[in-house]
């Protein structure tokens, strides 16, 4: 069954507590981008977020750390509650062995992102230690960006990988997952998709309502391959 993550930085923060009320019932992770302004030029949500939905949500987290410096921000992310720690590739290079290993010495799982311009190959010496591969289809910082059509191949590179070497890594799909590109992701072999301004919360005021045409668009859309999700 394939998977849906909402991007919480594309939810109507004035309606947090009812929007993330319907979509425990519905959703299989929360998204949450943590941007320092430096290594994107933007600013959104922090670990007092995650802290926040903790106390009203069971779902796994994942904290999405867009940040220079991430080893700042591991423990904050993880004390405010996040199960998963999602790392981008190029900024952990000089540290990746002692990060993977904090955070599973703590308990949580250690994600890796890859910019658009980052190969998979770049992370082949750790890759087996992964648990949450996230590949950018836009480039990252901010919502509602072109979907870049070439991250296919990677995607399809990736569950080759997977497959060949069992891996145990969920493949997850991050920019422009919506009725336009939900075919091609899941038939490049994406496994969790995640949905912010353009797949979910733009379709309708009402959240429930929003997750019923996404997700009756997304059975639409792939109903000729297996496994659709419910």
Known sequence: MYK????LMCMELTRFKEQVEALNERAHFYHVDIMDGHFVKNITLSPFFIQELRKISKLPIDAHLMVEKPSDFVDMVIDAGADYLSLHAETINGDVFR??????????????????ATPLDSIKHYIHHVDKLTIMTVDPGF???KFVSEMLDKIKEAK???EENNYK?????DGSCNKNTFKQ????????LIVGTSGLFNLDED???????????FNHE???????AN
Do not use: C
């Open 143 to 145: 919502a509602g960006q």
């Open 4 to 7: 849906f993550s909402p991007s």
């Open 185 to 192: 992701l899941v038939e490049a072999g994406a496994e969790v």
């Open 99 to 116: 990060l993977i290993n904090h955070i599973k010495d703590r308990g949580r799982k250690f994600g890796v992102v890859l910019n658009p």
């Open 222 to 228: 792939v109903k000729d391959i297996t496994n659709v």
């Open 160 to 162: 080759k990988l997977k």
């Open 207 to 217: 959240v429930n309502k929003a997750w019923d045409k996404m997700m009756e668009t």
């Open 169 to 173: 890594y969920l493949i997850t799909i």
